[in-house]
């Protein structure tokens, strides 16, 4: 394709990414990078930032007409990299709500609006591979196949052990929290483990539409199916980091090393994302 008849769309995002791209090694350089363990995070963890609004620039790039045909579905794409610009913002937005109300200094309770913003950011994480699901179900062209069922199966099974270990982290409040503080740290855990569990369940729910797309032959095959590895990595990593995160708080510690892999999930699976809607995904929007 030449540069002439890129979509002015594509352009936006191209910028936008660059952006991203260049705060996100802004943060790295000044996380305090000490060591082969931290320097792989911080790259991990950046990656993230700095490709997700190339996944709406990979869906215009391919289908010009997007916003008029399938909105539902550019929504759901921008809001990945709205929430990775949230997420990075989150630093100044937390300075700036201890300095309209500040922070008692006799405890360590976070604000209302630091737990607002963080809450709205988890939201909207959750919402990102959720609308992306129901605008690439909009955009299908032929029914499940009979065994719709099964691969369903699949993808709940992986929720499912998500999920349950995300509950147990219920029972991780530390015995060294005042009493007079105890109701309020359980019940912002409860709150941290439901925007979790929305989380869960907005990945799945775009596993579980591309992985069934693609097993009922919806074209282009390999955009569904690269769409059905990139959210299965991501929901296969959030049910691993709840598993080790279940077996330190009921039995010994695992290396930190561990953690890299669920970065690892999230980095891999964004990456792919933009491979699958470079690839056409989906066909069927152009209909």
């Known amino acids: 394709m030449r540069i ?10 191209l ?13 790295a350089a000044t996380s305090g990078v000490s060591d082969s363990f931290s320097l792989s995070a911080a790259v991990l963890r950046g990656i993230p930032t700095a490709v997700a609004f190339l996944i709406p620039a990979a869906l215009f790039l391919r289908h010009r007409e997007a916003w008029t045909t399938d909105r539902v579905l550019v929504v759901g794409t921008v809001l990945f990299g709205v929430v990775e610009l949230l997420q990075f913002a989150s630093a100044g937005a937390t300075a700036w709500f201890d300095s309209v109300i500040p922070p008692d200094p006799t405890n ?11 809450v709205m950011v988890g939201l909207l994480g ?26 369903w199966l699949i993808v709940a099974l992986l929720t499912l052990i ?10 991780n409040l530390s015995i060294d929290i005042p009493n007079d503080t105890v109701v309020i740290y359980f019940w912002l855990t409860v709150l941290t483990v439901v925007v979790s569990l929305i989380s869960v369940f907005g990945w799945a729910y775009l596993a579980g539409i591309t992985l069934v797309g693609w097993r009922s032959y919806e074209e282009p095959g390999a955009g ?7 959210s299965g990595v991501v929901l296969a ?4 980091s709840g598993t080790v995160a279940a077996i330190r708080v009921f039995g010994p510690s695992l290396p930190d090393q561990l953690s890299l892999t669920f970065l690892g999930a999230f980095a891999l699976g964004y990456l792919l994302l933009i491979v699958a809607f470079f690839a056409r995904l989906p066909a069927g929007i152009d209909d």
């Not at 910028?15 to 943060?27: D, E, F, G, K, P």
Request: proline content about 6%; overall charge positive; cysteine-free.
């Open 237 to 240: 990593g959030l049910a691993a």
């Open 15 to 27: 910028a936008l990414a660059l952006v991203s791209t260049i705060l996100a090694i802004q943060t």
């Open 162 to 171: 998500a999920g349950v270990t995300n509950i147990l982290l219920l029972v």
């Open 224 to 230: 569904w199916g690269l769409g059905a590895l990139a």
């Open 4 to 13: 002439a008849g890129v979509p002015r769309p594509t352009w936006a995002f």
């Open 126 to 151: 959750a919402l990102a591979p959720a609308v992306t699901a129901r605008g690439l179900l909009a955009a299908r062209a032929y029914e499940d196949s009979r065994h719709a069922r099964r691969w």
């Open 108 to 118: 360590t309770l976070p604000s209302p609006l630091n737990v607002t913003y963080n």
